[in-house]
DNA sequence: GATCATTACGAGCCGCGTAATCATT
DNA sequence: AATGATTACGCGGCTCGTAATGATC
């Protein structure tokens, strides 16, 4: 089971053809087919069916396995470089859409003056890739955030030694329109909301199947789905009425049409966490010890 | 940075020589020396200083990602022999020492009843391993407990696509010496014990540091550690006032001198989790069903 | 019959072992 | 001096590409 195996299947597995797979990679035809070929033999049984070209059960399986795998093969490397080569003038942050806010745009103005020509980029993504994204190099350091109980470290994905340090909570909210029968209460808990209408919004908060993973409650279907990572885009929505949604108390704050209402049962708040592995002295060293206050 | 260098580098990290490493994994030093010199180069940086041997600080990350990897390699290959093999009629449960109970012996004379000719083995061992276990398919599925925020689940090591079903909460108590002051309470908040004496049994019950993360509180430093799996053993010592002891309500129950006090704050509860991967029909997907109620 | 995967075969490379060399205690 | 890591070198095997074959739509 080389890596490169691993590979050239996954490769197949996603463009669903071995010629395809085969320029993608720089290969021939005839070498991809002999990499299928001999790593189906050392697991005894086949990983794809031809014609149409798909994994088999026991490829699907392998898939999620050789993901991981090479994921974490590419942050051993990156980790390495990161520790041997020499510290670098580039500082390149990721965040999730809302946890760009007043506190990081205060710190990376400090890293200026200290480094003055320091080259500075700011990726945002979505949650659940930046641990891969800080693992495997593409970011020196993350800010994550997500609902979880308060103190509570925030279930991110495993992809190898990072380290994550909590530098904020605020109030969970929902976000209801102005009008809404619940719109002027002090405080609500989620269960009264079971029967609502949610937005589910991947990209700017965890989806509903983690929020429930968290609550341990039951039943919070989206009513629909919005997919980008603009939160006045969202929050349009819920003006308009297509459903509530989760935020943290800072996102909706001031915006029209829409009332903000603090969650508090269960207890919940909105917590972000910096991301980060090693940490040569540097930008991005600085960078952390202004977010998480020394 | 090919799987076989790694498993060879992590072999001679661990015995320190390039020789014995080579006599263990049936290779010439030689062979050992160019795999190390090949990985070295691959990466860029050494990974080992020699005379005497031991991890560079490259070597120490590399040694974290390797383990991982490695045993995610296991696990891949585990998993698709478990899908690809014929049904076996062997079934190795694991367990933590207080997941074994009476619901797991009634399940298991019932799963005696349905298939009387199967190879029946129940594996103690502690939490942190368990996971491993089951995604390498040292056993076929797994019992792990540990203090949780009620329908929270547990946080375990991320080895692989398995699948975690609850299948018991029961209240969390401090077990005190029947004397303490405290031992008549009905109930206390462990923010009031945060000057005691602990009692770190990592063998038992989930360590110090792992339950104040769960709890957010810092500061449960232990006064003694107990490294055995028997709970009367540990139950003894807290009789004996070495310490006090974080357990589910069942472990100390009608054990004398030793007085138990439901935990009240942070809300905690002794939660059990099966924890399996792919189950072909048998005696393991028989005990998978009895366990969880179908 | 065209597309695409597999098989046959030869060439080059890589990784191992043997053996000699070098370094450290 | 002896133990143990590195280097030199040749052999065997593995993997690739080319090219022919086979299968499927």
Redesign the pocket.
């Known amino acids: 089971m080389?890596p490169?195996?691993l590979r050239?299947f996954v490769t197949?597995a996603r463009l669903?053809?071995?010629?395809?797979?085969?320029r993608e990679l720089?290969?021939?035809?005839?070498?991809?087919?002999?990499?299928?070929?001999?790593l189906e033999a050392d697991l005894g049984t086949a990983v794809?069916h031809?014609?149409?070209?798909g994994p088999t059960g026991a490829g699907e399986r392998l898939l999620e396995h050789a993901g991981a795998l090479l994921l974490r093969i590419d942050a051993a490397r990156a980790d390495i470089a990161r520790l041997a080569g020499a510290p670098s003038a580039r500082l390149t942050v990721g965040a999730t859409p809302l946890a760009v806010g007043a506190e990081l745009g205060r710190a990376l103005a400090e890293v200026r003056r200290a480094y003055p020509v320091v080259d500075l980029t700011v990726r945002v993504v979505a949650q659940d890739v930046l641990p891969a994204e800080v693992a495997t190099g593409a970011v020196d350091l993350a800010l994550v955030d997500g609902p979880a109980a308060p103190s509570d470290p925030l279930p991110l994905p495993d992809v190898g030694p990072l380290a994550t340090v909590a530098v904020a909570e605020q109030p969970l909210v929902v976000a209801l329109p102005a009008g809404h029968p619940l719109a002027g209460r002090s405080g609500l808990a989620l269960a009264d909301l079971s029967a609502a209408h949610w937005l589910d919004a991947p990209g700017l908060a965890p989806t509903a199947a983690r929020l429930s993973a968290a609550t341990g409650v039951e039943g919070y279907r989206p009513a629909a789905r919005y997919l980008g990572t603009d939160v006045r885009g969202l929050l349009a929505l819920v003006a308009a009425g297509h459903g509530l949604a989760l935020l943290p108390a800072t996102a909706p704050a001031g915006v029209p049409d829409v009332a903000a209402v603090p969650v508090r049962a269960p207890r919940l708040v909105h917590r972000t966490e910096l991301v980060h592995g090693a940490l040569p002295e540097g930008p991005a060293a600085l960078l952390a010890r202004l977010l998480t206050g020394e």
Request: aromatic share 6%; charged share 15%.
């Open positions: 080389e490169q195996q050239t197949v669903g053809s071995f010629s395809e797979a085969a720089g290969y021939t035809q005839s070498a991809v087919s002999q990499q299928i070929a001999a794809l031809r014609r149409p070209v």
